[in-house]
Structures are given as structure tokens and as C-alpha cells.
Nanobody, 123 residues
Framework: QVTLVESGGGLVQAGGSLRLSCAAS????????TGWFRQPPGRGREFVAA????????GYADSVKGRFTISRDAAKNTVYLQMNSLNPEDTAVYYC????????????????WGQGTQVTVSA
């Protein structure tokens, strides 16, 4: 069993930066692929980024490429999402996800979800 806890959300002005953290308790991340998803107001949940724990291979949604960076810290059992050049369209609840299958995580069907953290970007 894995419990995921996100932190780092908040209110930021357009052009600013935030770093989200996802800390895992229970089974360690090294057995999983970990991803970030977001749900903007009135819309469905969408993929943002993912990282494979074993080799740190990463993937990003086109909308965040070049602005967001996903990384991991093995010692802290934590995955991060560094978000730069934020714009109001990035406003959403951001969720951490982890799963044993890359395909399932990328499809939005991971084994585990965090509770979410709100990111609000003002114009």
C-alpha cells in the first residue's frame, strides 16, 4: 500500500513559479512510475508529467513542455514538479499518482492517487 501526500500549491502571479512535492509512505517509489495530473475548474483531469522511478525517464504534456520539470529524490522518497512561467491556464487542482504500469499511469488509471493541491495563477 502506498499513501501519496502533495504539498506546495498556492496562489502565484502569472510568470511566477511553484514547486509541488509528492511524498510517499509505505512501499517505496522505486517500484513505480509516478505522475502529475491536474483538473482545471469545470474540466476533466488531464496528464501533466510522469517519471519512471527505475531510470528517471520522463514524459510531459505538450502544454507544459519547456516550463515544467518532474524529478525525484530517492533518499526522500519524493517526486517534485517544478513549474515555471505559470499562466492562468495552469490554474487547477494538481494530483500526484503512482502505479506499477507506465501505460496505466499515462492513461490516468494509476494504482494510487494523492488528495490534490490547489494551484491558482492570477493574471
Amino acid at each position: 500500500q502506498v499513501t501519496l501526500v502533495e504539498s506546495g500549491g498556492g496562489l502565484v502571479q502569472a510568470g511566477g513559479s511553484l514547486r509541488l512535492s509528492c511524498a510517499a509512505s509505505g512501499r517505496t517509489f522505486r517500484f513505480y512510475t509516478t505522475g502529475w495530473f491536474r483538473q482545471p475548474p469545470g474540466r476533466g483531469r488531464e496528464f501533466v508529467a510522469a517519471i519512471r522511478w527505475s531510470d528517471a525517464n520522463t514524459g510531459y504534456a505538450d502544454s507544459v513542455k519547456g516550463r515544467f520539470t518532474i524529478s525525484r529524490d530517492a533518499a526522500k522518497n519524493t517526486v517534485y514538479l517544478q513549474m515555471n512561467s505559470l499562466n492562468p491556464e495552469d490554474t487547477a487542482v494538481y494530483y500526484c499518482a503512482a502505479g506499477a504500469s507506465d501505460k496505466m499511469v499515462l492513461a490516468g488509471r494509476p494504482d494510487y492517487w494523492g488528495q490534490g493541491t490547489q494551484v491558482t495563477v492570477s493574471a
